[in-house]
């Protein structure tokens, strides 16, 4: 790791969730401090990137004018890239007797790349949750209307098109929560860095990523139920309708017939 930086006592992390996903196949294994996660040498002064693929880039000891070069590299490897990036920051003090995070500041004895990984891995997952809580609460206000409706007058205007989407983009929120960031697994770093695990649970703590994981897996599988079960209301209603529709068609039938049979009476 640069040598300036691990001179410093005091700096500053600031997490940005640019993206749906960040390709990270063209960086050069070379140019980089680390491959696990991906660490980076942003300027001269020793700042330092650590980038994953959830599209969560974590700088730390970077200006804001650097901060912006840097980001707009990083712009052609976005996927869905997003108008306003979320942002989370947070205060890194070194030269101090223990290790642990307390008022939103981390405390520790000293600057090390590994220390800086495991605090970057926790920002960016607390960056991915912040941005699907805002999702879901969404969800949940649209969907809830539905579900009153249904409660009330027993019906459901939504098509089951649109709540069959709902449910999908449920899945979706829950297959980039398990599949890309991995928010219940701890950082690749510990495997090789344990006395750090330490560290990682006071973040983990701190930002309380288990309890908020586990909500919002609640609060996904009961709107994937709930869109569910509306989906099914409105189908039964369309095949009712369709039977009522064969019932008219076989009368019609059975009046043109008998309206036939008359004919042939009569003359």
């Known amino acids: 790791m640069p040598l300036l930086l691990t001179e410093r006592n005091d700096l500053k992390a600031r997490a940005l969730l640019l993206g749906d996903r960040l390709d990270l196949r063209l960086f050069k294994l070379a140019d980089c401090l680390a491959t696990t996660p991906l660490t980076l040498q942003v300027n001269a002064e020793g700042g330092i990137a650590v980038l994953f693929r959830y599209g969560v880039a974590v700088l730390f000891g970077v ?78 206000d649209k969907i809830e209307p539905l579900a009153q409706e249904l409660a009330t007058h027993g019906r459901v205007s939504a098509d089951s098109k649109k709540l069959l989407s709902k449910i999908g983009s449920m899945l979706l929120i829950e297959h980039r929560m398990v599949g890309r960031a991995e ?20 973040l983990e703590d701190e930002f309380e990523l288990k309890e908020r994981q586990a909500a919002l897996d609640r609060k996904l599988g009961l709107i994937s139920d709930t869109a569910q079960t509306l989906a099914d209301v409105w189908d039964n209603k369309q095949l009712h309708k369709l039977e009522w529709y064969i019932i008219g068609l076989i009368l019609f039938e059975i009046a043109i017939s008998l309206i036939e049979m008359g004919k042939k009476y009569l003359y």
């Open 63 to 140: 200006s804001a004018p650097d901060e912006e070069s840097f980001v707009d590299t990083l712009r052609p490897l976005l996927t869905n890239p997003y108008q306003t990036p979320e942002t989370e920051e947070m205060d890194i003090h070194a030269s101090k007797p223990s290790i642990g995070v307390q008022s939103g500041a981390v405390s520790l004895d000293m600057v090390s790349l590994e220390k800086l990984q495991v605090i970057a891995d926790a920002l960016s997952k607390n960056l991915v949750l912040t941005l699907y809580e805002k999702k879901v609460a969404g969800e949940f």
């Open 183 to 202: 928010i219940g697994d701890k950082p690749e770093t510990l495997w090789d860095n344990p006395h750090l695990e330490g560290l990682y649970a006071s």
